[in-house]
């Protein structure tokens, strides 16, 4: 049998970036998704362990890409944080330390609620790096081992913000060579579908679909059984549908 999976197709968007310097396109597409310069925008630099540098820096990458109304939150009082996104068109997580900025900001802070709230009510999220791994439900929970067979890693996978349910997104994904990782974490979570973006490239999810807008977007599937997977590589400009089941062995042998 085949599970099928519910992708709930939000009016927002995810977008998605790989890491590196943070593409201008990409932060124009923020701002512009958002509603336009005058929209709200939050940035969170809380994956970083320096806050409020990281804050003012970004602060002042999207002012001068256009950006009028950036909120930049740096205090750890996660009832700041979340007056602060409350009236978002946009949030901006930055790179950094993924795990860091869920234990400042854990699901019961109230914090992700307030993301996904953003997302689901037609905003735009975008993250970068660890920025990127939180958007999905499951991040990476450990590198790649030297093991001789393909299976689950016994570290498994770590609950992200959950924008998009049912995905685990890896960043700097063909410079890190992370191929391997990812499959071993969609064996930890059945069911899932695995997003990679490469260092310096970028993608957004929006309407059910995928498009690599810079540099190449990697979908990975895995089916029910795990016994098979299937990847669909992007280049800039080309989209594919949200996967919205686990393909049979069948198809991931390509029959």
């Known amino acids: 049998m085949i599970l099928a999976l519910s992708f709930a197709v939000a009016s927002g968007s995810l977008i998605v970036m790989g890491g590196g310097p943070e593409p201008e396109a990409a932060i124009k597409r923020i701002i512009e998704r958002a509603g336009g310069p005058g929209a709200k925008v939050v940035i969170l630099a809380f994956p970083h362990e320096a806050v409020e540098p990281s804050a003012k820096k970004l602060t002042t990458f999207f002012a001068g890409l256009g950006a009028k109304n950036t909120v930049a939150p740096t205090s750890l009082d996660s009832k700041i944080v979340a007056e602060a996104l409350s009236g978002a068109k946009g949030v901006f997580i930055s790179g950094g330390n993924q795990f860091l900025f869920l234990k400042r900001f854990p699901e019961e802070s109230g914090v992700p609620a307030a993301i996904r709230k953003v997302y689901n009510e ?102 029910e059984a795990g016994s098979g997977f299937q990847l669909k590589l992007l280049k800039p400009s080309e989209s594919a549908p949200v996967p919205s089941k686990a393909p049979s062995r069948a198809e991931t042998l390509g029959r």
Do not use: Y
């Not at 791994?133 to 991040?139: G, N, Y």
């Not at 990782?181 to 579908?193: A, E, F, K, T």
């Not at 695995?194 to 490239?201: C, F, H, K, S």
């Open 122 to 223: 037609g905003g735009v999220v975008a993250g970068t790096s660890a920025g990127a791994s939180l958007l999905s439900e499951w991040m990476p929970g450990a590198k790649s081992t030297d093991q001789t067979e393909l299976k689950p890693l016994a570290e498994g996978t770590e609950k992200g913000i959950a924008c998009l349910p049912n995905t685990l997104f890896d960043q700097h994904f063909l410079k890190r060579n992370r191929v391997t990782r990812m499959l071993q974490n969609l064996l930890s979570r059945p069911g899932s579908w695995g997003l990679g973006v490469d260092e310096r490239a970028w993608c957004e999810i929006r309407g059910g679909k995928v498009t690599a807008e810079q540099g190449q977007t990697v979908i990975l599937t895995c089916s």
